[in-house]
């Protein structure tokens, strides 16, 4: 959830790492578009960009980087997991 994306990127150091929270917000959000789509709404695309990173795969990530940001990544999962198992 959007909760989970700030521990990733700000907590747990990921923007370190080059993870990002590329997507703001929706296309339907972007206000040269707006306009045309003030009727519609896009609940599981407005869900998916609260909750979307986005990771580096550009050629200077070292294989030292891919292990810490594998880590994070399950890190987070297993943390959820534990969470969904206690509740």
């Known amino acids: 959830d959007a909760?989970?994306?700030?521990?990733l990127l700000f907590d747990r150091g990921g923007v370190a790492l080059g993870v990002s929270?590329?997507?703001?917000?929706?296309?339907s959000s972007i206000p040269q578009i707006a306009p045309r789509?003030?009727?519609?709404?896009?609940?599981?695309?407005?869900h998916l960009a609260r909750c979307l990173v986005t990771l580096p795969t550009?050629?200077?990530?070292?294989a030292a980087d891919r292990v810490r940001i594998c880590a994070l990544?399950?890190?987070?999962?297993?943390q959820r997991q534990q969470e969904r198992?206690?509740?």
């Not at 550009?58 to 070292?62: A, D, F, R």
């Not at 990544?73 to 297993?78: C, G, N, S, T, Y």
């Open 85 to 87: 198992i206690a509740s």
């Open 73 to 78: 990544v399950d890190e987070m999962f297993r």
């Open 58 to 62: 550009h050629s200077l990530v070292t």
């Open 21 to 27: 929270g590329m997507y703001p917000g929706t296309v």
């Open 3 to 7: 909760s989970d994306k700030q521990r």
């Open 37 to 46: 789509l003030a009727e519609a709404r896009f609940p599981r695309a407005e």
